[in-house]
């Protein structure tokens, strides 16, 4: 979310965009979405953290923002079994981590592959998978 997200030991806090540059952006046209509200891994949260991380990060959004989340990235590209409660906190797809393109519609809305990136990023080369 907007500030500094707040993680666990793992990784160290990392500046995020502030509500204005959010705001600007979907202004723009970009999809500004979910990846829950702590970063944690799901598979190491209990169902209803899962569900608190979810429906937290949804209404915090659509109340800063002022429009629809739909879409949900998972923390890591770990689902940990919570597409389920992805499908009933609202959300319309879900993505994991590690993938290429795909074919639309895909064949899980829940359960959708992104591509990785990062600073070094070349997406063409992704794209055409070299």
């Known amino acids: ?9 793992s990784e160290p806090e990392e500046p995020l965009c502030e509500w204005d540059e959010l705001l600007e952006l979907a202004r723009r046209g970009v999809a500004v979405e979910s990846h829950s509200a702590s970063h944690r891994t799901f598979s190491e949260l209990t169902p209803s953290e899962r569900a608190l991380e979810l429906e937290r990060s949804k209404a915090v959004l659509e109340d800063g923002l002022g429009q629809a989340v739909q879409l949900f990235a998972y923390p890591y590209g770990d689902d940990g079994g919570a597409a389920p ?17 795909i074919s ?17 990023s070349d997406l063409e080369a992704m794209l055409n998978g070299s």
């Open 104 to 120: 639309l519609p895909p064949e899980d809305p829940y359960r959708v592959e992104r591509l990785a990136m990062g600073p070094d």
């Open 85 to 101: 409660q992805v499908r009933d906190a609202g959300y319309r797809a879900a993505f994991g981590y590690g993938g290429g393109p």
């Open 1 to 9: 979310m907007a500030g500094i997200i707040e993680s666990g030991e």
